[in-house]
């Protein structure tokens, strides 16, 4: 069964530095979202991205926070200057429309 | 946005014992989902309700969706220790919208 897939697994990162996270969402799916949880706490809804723009964000999805595909596969979470509230468990999603969303493993973020 | 309230928070059994888990929201839903996180893992999804009284049965599994549309349950019948994990309810603004997640329920299931 195809399966959306993130790396890193885990990544470890001083505050203040910028961080990259990575996925690949399932071939045909065009609607993309990522999601975070912090340790211990229910997922929150960070963004959702359609056709090459953010169709929805929340308020924890400051200017700090950013969305890219830059090729046909990938999808980009990045953030510019790490603080250390941002250490938590982030989890993309996609679906294909009209189906439910498919979640990766994550990538555990930790700051330092 | 469609908040969703979750309880309990915790949840032991004994295994073979039943577990119920409840969502409760103050605004009428579009929709209800259920997932299942595993220790460590990610949401997985169980299933969607969308109509009023909806039931739906999976295995050991009963999902059922409120008259009007605010409330749900998952019920498990004879717990088993693989039925351990977080069930998070979940209900989208639109259809492809974002999800509103409850806090999840944790449960823990004794040999």
């Known amino acids: 069964e195809p399966e959306v897939t993130q790396t890193p697994s885990h990544q470890v990162t001083q505050m203040g530095q910028e961080v990259i996270l990575r996925c690949v969402p399932i071939?045909?799916?065009?609607?993309f979202y990522w999601y975070r949880q912090i340790l211990g706490q229910k997922v929150e809804f960070l963004v959702s991205?359609?056709?090459?723009?953010?169709?929805?964000k929340s308020e924890i999805f400051d200017d700090q926070f950013s969305v890219e595909r830059p090729d046909g596969s990938n999808f980009t979470l990045k953030i510019r200057s790490t603080k250390l509230e941002d250490s938590a468990m982030y989890f993309c999603?996609?679906?294909?429309?009209?189906?439910?969303?498919?979640f990766g493993d994550g990538t555990r973020l930790s700051i330092l | 946005g469609q908040q969703v309230m979750q309880i309990p928070q915790y949840q032991h059994v004994q295994e073979g014992e039943d577990f119920t888990t409840y969502c409760n929201s103050s605004?009428?839903?579009?929709?209800i989902q259920w997932y299942k996180q595993r220790p460590g893992g990610h949401p997985v999804f169980l299933i969607q309700?969308?109509?009023?009284?909806e039931v739906k049965k999976q295995k050991r599994l009963t999902f059922q969706f409120g008259e009007a549309k605010k409330n749900s349950s998952l019920h498990i019948t004879a717990t088993q220790t693989t039925d351990v994990g977080t069930y998070f309810c979940?209900?989208?603004?639109?259809?492809?919208?974002?999800?509103?997640f409850g806090r999840g329920t944790q449960l823990t299931v004794w040999p």
């Open positions: 605004t009428t839903l579009s929709n």
């Open positions: 309700l969308v109509k009023s009284g």
């Open positions: 071939s045909n799916h065009l609607y």
């Open positions: 979940g209900s989208g603004g639109s259809t492809l919208g974002r999800l509103y």
């Open positions: 991205f359609y056709n090459n723009e953010i169709s929805e």
């Open positions: 999603a996609s679906t294909g429309g009209n189906q439910p969303q498919h």
